[in-house]
């Protein structure tokens, strides 16, 4: 997660986008999956990595707007941190180059 409202979601596979989303926009709002799965005591093969879920179809007007990851990868301002996710820095998100949806 960038910050409060925008969530991408990021891969390193060629041609991955990131998307920003207006979390705001969408009723409902996002579950922390990891919290859910340590409340049940469930063993997560990757602990650090964080994953926000979405009950339902998020709407297309909530999607601001979508850049390639790699943009994100290769930004200056990305730190990532290989064993703490929880450490890794992501640009600003007002810092990418993000297009309008078609």
């Known amino acids: 997660m960038f910050q409060d ?4 979601s990021i891969s390193t596979r060629p ?3 990131v998307y920003k ?3 705001s926009a ?3 709002g996002f579950t922390d999956v ?3 799965f ?4 469930v063993n997560r093969p990757y602990p650090f990595q964080r994953e926000y879920a979405h009950a339902g179809q998020i709407p297309p007007s909530a999607i601001v707007g979508h850049a ?5 990868y ?3 301002d990305f730190r990532p941190d290989s064993q703490n996710t929880h450490n890794t820095q992501l640009p600003d998100p007002d810092s990418l180059n993000w297009q309008q949806m078609p």
């Open 21 to 23: 989303i207006d979390t």
């Open 34 to 36: 990891n919290a859910h």
């Open 68 to 72: 390639p990851a790699m943009d994100v």
């Open 74 to 76: 290769t930004h200056p």
């Open 26 to 28: 969408i009723q409902g």
């Open 15 to 17: 041609g991955a986008t």
């Open 5 to 8: 409202g925008v969530v991408g």
């Open 38 to 41: 340590d409340n049940l005591g």
